[in-house]
């Protein structure tokens, strides 16, 4: 059976942080806030895995009171849900995903993204959609305070 998962991730934008978005770092001179690496983009996509499988979401299973997680690679994360998927026997068709950010622009590095998450979900590149999105100049992702990601995953048996 076909399952289909939901993730959405905002984090605030701070002085001293690194932008992290899809495993990639993006030089800019704020960061996201985060217990992790703040990496909005790898997080929705990992909160729509567990979605898909009904089974909760990131802060359950990597508390942000846990300083295993403490400013952790989320690609690594994601490894771990992928494989939590692995022992449900799900894997990845595909994702389709969205930043909102103000800037910097994103274009030149959504390849990079698209590699890194790919290798991550054990998927070809091209089962790997990432699209970057502005907020207008409106609300706190348009006003530079936020970046934020959602993604769509699709899940399907793996063959035994
Ligand atoms: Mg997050």
């Known amino acids: 059976m076909f399952r289909i998962g939901i993730g959405n991730d905002t984090h605030r934008l701070v002085a001293d942080r690194p932008l992290v978005l899809g495993g990639l770092r993006i030089e800019f001179d704020r960061g996201a806030e985060g217990h992790s690496d703040g990496d909005a983009l790898t997080h ?3 909160d729509a895995i567990l979605g898909a499988m009904a089974q ?3 802060g359950l299973h990597f508390p942000d009171n846990d300083s295993q997680w403490k400013n952790a690679d989320s690609l690594q994360l994601l490894a771990r849900v992928v494989w939590l998927a ?3 026997a799900f894997q990845v068709v595909n994702v389709d995903a969205t930043i909102m950010l103000e800037r910097p622009k994103l274009r030149e590095h959504i390849d990079a993204m698209r590699d890194n998450l790919a290798r991550t979900l054990n998927v070809d590149a091209s089962c790997v959609s990432v699209k970057a ?4 100049g409106l609300d706190a992702v348009g006003r530079g305070e936020a970046v934020s990601a959602q993604a769509v995953v699709l899940l399907e048996p793996k063959p035994n």
């Open 44 to 46: 929705a996509i990992a």
């Open 56 to 58: 909760g979401d990131l």
């Open 86 to 88: 692995h022992e449900r």
């Open 133 to 136: 999105k502005t907020g207008e």
